[in-house]
Nanobody
């Protein structure tokens, strides 16, 4: 059964930190590359970071140096550590295999991150 369950989102002040988690079914996690995506109100869903099974990582310029993606292959779980959060990081965050399409591919419910004072 295909399943993605994101958690860890919250309301946080600018400069704060959050750690997101995503539990994935084996049929998705066994795919080599897993990514975190985000969708802000009125904007398209965008890739934030991805990680290969071997630990190679990629980050969008907007989060480079502030976010860290990691994965636990034994637990089929991928994480996103977010530091120095800014208001523009406010979005619903989703995880999925790299290259997933907003329309047509399965997505979980996402987790809301709101950065505001």
């Amino acid at each position: 059964q295909v399943q993605l369950v994101e958690s860890g989102g919250d309301l946080v002040q600018p400069g704060g930190s959050l750690r997101l988690s995503c539990a994935a079914s084996g049929s998705i996690f066994s795919v080599n590359v897993m990514g975190w995506y985000r969708q802000a109100p009125g904007k398209e869903r965008a890739l934030v970071a991805y990680i290969t099974r071997g630990g190679y990582t990629y980050y969008a310029d907007s989060v480079k140096g502030r976010f860290t993606i990691s994965r636990d292959n034994a637990k089929n779980t991928v994480y996103l550590q977010m530091n120095s959060l800014k208001s523009e990081d406010t979005a619903v965050y989703y995880c999925n295999k790299y290259g997933s399409k907003t329309d047509g591919d399965y997505w979980g419910q996402g987790t809301q991150v709101t950065v505001s004072s």
